[in-house]
């Protein structure tokens, strides 16, 4: 393949892998799409492509459908343990962030809630609202007609709506305020405050520290004060499970602001929050390792501010 060729498929690059993050949830099987799309752009008639960013677009669109449908990835996301990889801001993988519905089709709240979404209405929702795509455009990528592009983007957004409802923007500085205030109600054992802090329509989703072999979900100000207030309840059994005392830090996560609890540099949980009003409106924790890889890495690499609590 001569240098050309693969300077067309370099330029499309990043975005081919936040396309493919969005719609796995998983940044590994997000490369793992991207690699396959270069091979089957290298073995190409390539004199018969048009335009080469349609034809990776389709091909790299319908690489993640089969991934989606696959046997494997349906036993997996059926089994009600599957939760989308955290990624710390700044990654690359993100992809496009100018609009509302570009930062929001990859927040770890709306990724979860993609899992209601079949593939295909999956694919119609991120090619629309995240890469701004045409109807016809989608058409041809996916092999459906207009309309059935415009009836599984309706379905979607239906699907999808509770949380834009929820989702409305907060500007970041406030958002930190309110975490901040939270994780110290947390630790502290407030649960009253706790409970102020957060909305009366409130959801959480934990991996179970990585442990569990269902998510747990949570609904109810009261229930989540308390799930809360028990995980971050500092113990000898917790920090020997940990590996250690870890230091609390505050960064932003799938542009969302996040509570990260670092041990010696690394990573080791996630916690992500939606905030709405002043108020906290969904938390998704993630401690499972095998998720946090790449944002460890990405951490490593970080100049983090100081903790917010340094001693747990």
Known sequence: MDSAAVDRFEASRGRLASLAYRLLGSAADAEDAVQETFLRWQAADR??????????????????????????ARHERAAGAW???????????LGPADTFEQRESVSLAVLTLMERLSPFERAVYVLREAFSYGHAEIAGILGITESASQQ?????????????RRGAETDP???????EEFLTAAVSGRTERLVALLTDDVTAVSDGAGLARRLLRLRTPERVASFVRAGFR??????????????????RVNGSPAVLAVIDGRVVGVVAFGIGDGRVASLHGIAAAERL????????????????????
Do not use: Y
């Open 83 to 93: 939760m989308p990889e955290p990624l710390l801001d700044g990654d690359p993988m």
């Open 152 to 164: 599984h983007l309706h379905r979607a957004r239906a699907r999808v709506g509770a949380e834009r």
């Open 47 to 72: 004199a018969r492509v048009g335009v080469p960013e349609a034809w990776l677009t389709k091909v790299a669109t319908n690489l993640c459908l089969d991934q989606l449908r696959s046997a494997q």
């Open 173 to 179: 500085a406030s958002a930190r305020r309110v975490v």
């Open 293 to 312: 890889g790449r944002l460890g890495d990405a951490w490593g690499r970080h100049e983090p501010d100081a903790p917010v609590i340094d001693a747990w």
């Open 234 to 251: 500092p113990t000898p059994a917790k920090r020997r499970l940990a590996g250690g005392s870890p230091a609390f830090h505050i960064a």
